[in-house]
């Protein structure tokens, strides 16, 4: 009876060719947009959460109130550390100092020369945060000023393999060359918000106590948030009421300093937020997503209207 049924399927199609292949190609447009569409959607949303302390680690957003706001996912470092002696909940933090907009440097390995995104990070990044580790161990090797954690794709572009640790190269950094060992190579999915080709130490920093970085807090748990955003107020007017009282002498009494907490995951949705490389507005993939929808939709009236007008 299976069979019956789809042979006289079969020649019904067969009869009006161009009414199969106008549906068929309307409706496969239709599916083939919405599964692009909510691909887009799904990866964009993937960003970071392939680290499993994720729902735990927020990134410290400052805004300087002027007469045009600036916010930014940058603060000083000497924030992350008041943060993590006022509140209990906050475990540990991780800094790291990257833009890729401002990190290119020149990078020499056995007489060849390389552009490379070179970032600095403190040990408490890698225990924050947790990248694939390929060779070596990043927590040690970031600590020690003379050596530096790879990218496994920076190996693989300087050295032709990931199995580098040990190997040499060479740093331009304030016109000297800075000779580094390869003390671990780690592997950044491309869903990672940072991408930086080499890390330092942070103890490499041009000023390792007042440079200011990315300030990434684990806490306790996720509801901990919460508890730390109704006390900031309270801590900016603590550490930083004689810097806010002298601004205000120059840019007027609106000024103000604001902090919060923006969940790990919201990062690279969140492009009005300065400092967090490769940022995108969700809303244009989720616009994507409805007129692929509606692309379905059109092909589902006309399938029925061309139904109805046969029949």
Not at 183 to 189: F, K, L, N, Y
Not at 202 to 221: F, I, K, S, T
Request: charged fraction near 20%; glycine fraction near 6%.
């Amino acid at each position: 009876m299976l069979r019956s049924y789809l042979l006289s399927a079969w020649r019904h199609l067969v009869r009006r060719r161009v009414y199969t292949a106008i549906n068929l190609l309307g409706l496969a447009v239709g599916v083939a947009f919405c599964l692009l569409a909510w691909t887009l959607v799904a990866y964009e949303r993937s960003f970071d959460a392939f680290h499993p302390k994720a729902d735990r680690v927020f990134r410290v957003v400052s805004t300087l109130r002027l007469e045009r706001p600036l916010t930014t996912g940058v603060c000083p470092a000497e924030t992350s550390t008041q943060l993590a002696s006022d509140f209990p909940q906050v475990i540990r933090v991780g800094r790291l100092d990257y833009d890729p907009d401002f990190s290119a440097r020149v990078v020499r390995v056995e007489g060849r020369i390389f552009e490379s995104g070179v970032g600095w990070a403190d040990s408490s990044l890698f225990r924050v945060l947790s990248f694939p580790v390929i060779a070596g161990d990043p927590i040690r090797a970031i600590s020690a000023p003379t050596e530096v954690v790879l990218s496994r794709k920076a190996a693989q572009r300087l050295f032709g393999h990931p199995q580098v640790v040990g190997r040499s190269l060479d740093l331009r950094e304030q016109g000297t060359w800075l000779p580094l060992i390869v003390g671990a190579v780690i592997e950044i999915p491309a869903n990672s918000t940072y991408q930086p080709d080499l890390l330092l130490a942070w103890q490499r920093h041009v000023d390792p106590v007042r440079a200011a970085g990315q300030a990434l807090l684990e806490l306790a748990g996720p509801d901990d948030a919460a508890v730390i955003e109704s006390q900031l107020p309270a801590f900016v007017e603590r550490h930083y009421s004689a810097e806010i009282a002298a601004l205000r002498q120059f840019l007027g009494p609106e000024c103000g300093r604001e902090y919060r907490l923006q969940p790990l995951r919201d990062m690279h949705g969140d492009p009005l937020v300065g400092g967090t490389p490769g940022a995108t507005d969700l809303a244009y993939a989720w616009v994507l997503l409805a007129l692929a929808a509606v692309v379905l939709l059109i092909a589902c009236a006309n399938f029925v209207n061309l139904s109805m007008a046969l029949g």
